[in-house]
């Protein structure tokens, strides 16, 4: 069975703090991929990256970066020097071979205080 | 290159009416798939198309629910006699399919919030 499970649903930071939003997987797939998403108020999921199961390479994007380890079944997001428009909530999401459904967590929301 | 637009954005209908709402992919995107989200949850899977095909339905897609992409481009996802357990977001996606690039990530559209009274 596919599951995502992201344990922390809401999350306050102080702009310019760090946050790490937290991403845990299952999967009995040994190809597989995994997506984070960030849903504004507006409410249309914005892709921010994906990751296959084959690259364990942690990845930086501005102030974006991410920790994908298997061993521990986890894909976690770090957001570096918080901004009051990373306010959203952001959703991890797991699918196995390409074009197939996605499994979502429950989200985090983050609220990032000016 | 316009993203996944969806109509309309918001809907209000009472129990037992039908209601219709339509998904305009990315030009060129030959699957389409629909989610719903609930409060506090993350979208779920309700069905998949590639070009006019369905090719998987979600249990959760019960009989009342149907979804069509008759010329494999725009989708509608009807709902017949609606309950107020429908009441959620529907969200659209698509994504490229053949080629090396992209083909795993799904576009979405800002959804449709039902509300049935």
């Known amino acids: 069975a596919q599951k995502v499970t992201q344990a922390q649903t809401e999350i306050s930071v102080v702009e310019k703090e760090d946050v790490t939003l937290d991403c845990v997987y299952e999967t009995r797939d040994t190809t597989y991929y995994l997506f984070w998403y960030k849903q504004p108020p507006s409410g249309e999921l914005v892709f921010l990256i994906r990751r296959n199961s084959f690259d364990e390479q942690n990845e930086i994007s501005g102030r974006y970066s991410w920790n994908f380890q298997k061993s521990t079944s986890s894909f976690n997001f770090t957001i570096t020097a918080s901004q009051v428009v990373d306010s959203a909530v952001y959703f991890c999401a797991l699918s196995g071979p390409p074009g197939n459904q996605f499994y979502f967590g429950t989200g985090t929301s983050l609220t990032v205080i000016p | 290159d316009t993203g996944v637009s969806q109509n309309p954005r918001h809907k209000i209908t009472k129990r037992g009416q039908n209601v219709t709402f339509r998904c305009d992919p990315i030009s060129e995107h030959n699957r389409l798939y629909w989610y719903r989200q609930t409060l506090g949850q993350g979208p779920e899977f309700l069905t998949y198309?590639?070009?006019?095909?369905?090719?998987?339905k979600s249990r959760l897609l019960s009989d009342r629910f149907s979804a069509e992409r008759p010329k494999g481009s725009f989708s509608t996802l009807e709902i017949q006699r609606t309950e107020q357990g429908d009441s959620a977001m529907y969200l659209c996606?698509?994504?490229?399919?053949?080629?090396?690039?992209?083909?795993?990530?799904?576009?979405f559209g800002a959804g449709t919030r039902l509300s049935v009274l």
């Open positions: 198309f590639q070009n006019e095909a369905q090719l998987e």
């Open positions: 996606a698509s994504s490229p399919w053949g080629g090396r690039e992209g083909k795993n990530i799904q576009y």
